[in-house]
C-alpha cells in the first residue's frame, strides 16, 4: 500500500487550502482514511477522519472550519481547510487503517502566515 499526499503550501490567515491523498494497492473494502498533523515541537494528532461508509470525526479545533471527503471508488481522501489560522501551520500527514494495518504518506507542509 502507497499513499501519495499533494496540495498543502502556503496561505494567509483566514484563507483556505485542500490537501489530497491517494492510495494505491491492496487497501480492502472496509478502511478509514485520515489526515493527521504534527507542528514542530508537538505531538502528531488527528485531524479529521473517515470511514468507508461516511462516518466522521473531527480534532475540535478544527470543527467547522474543515472538512474531509473521500471517493471510494478511486481511493482518494481530500481535506477542504478553510478560515485556516496560524495555529494550523504543521506538516499534514494522510494515513489509512485497514484492520490492525496502518499507513502513511509522506508530509505536506501547511504553513499560514501573512
Known amino acids: 500500500v502507497q499513499l501519495q499526499a499533494s496540495g498543502g503550501g502556503l496561505a494567509q490567515p483566514g484563507g483556505s487550502l485542500r490537501l489530497s491523498c491517494a492510495a494505491s494497492?491492496?487497501?480492502?473494502?472496509?478502511?478509514?482514511m485520515a489526515w493527521y498533523r504534527q507542528a514542530p515541537g508537538k505531538q502528531r494528532e488527528l485531524v479529521a477522519a473517515i470511514t468507508t461508509g461516511g462516518s466522521t470525526n473531527y480534532v475540535g479545533s478544527v470543527k467547522g472550519r474543515f472538512t474531509i471527503s473521500r471517493d471510494n471508488a478511486k481511493n482518494t481522501v481530500a481535506l477542504q481547510m478553510n478560515s485556516l489560522k496560524s495555529e494550523d501551520t504543521a506538516v499534514y500527514y494522510c494515513?489509512?487503517?485497514?484492520?490492525?494495518?496502518?499507513?502513511w504518506g509522506q508530509g505536506t507542509q501547511v504553513t499560514v502566515s501573512s
Open positions: 494497492g491492496s487497501i480492502g473494502s472496509f478502511n478509514t
Open positions: 494515513n489509512l487503517v485497514v484492520g490492525r494495518d496502518w499507513y
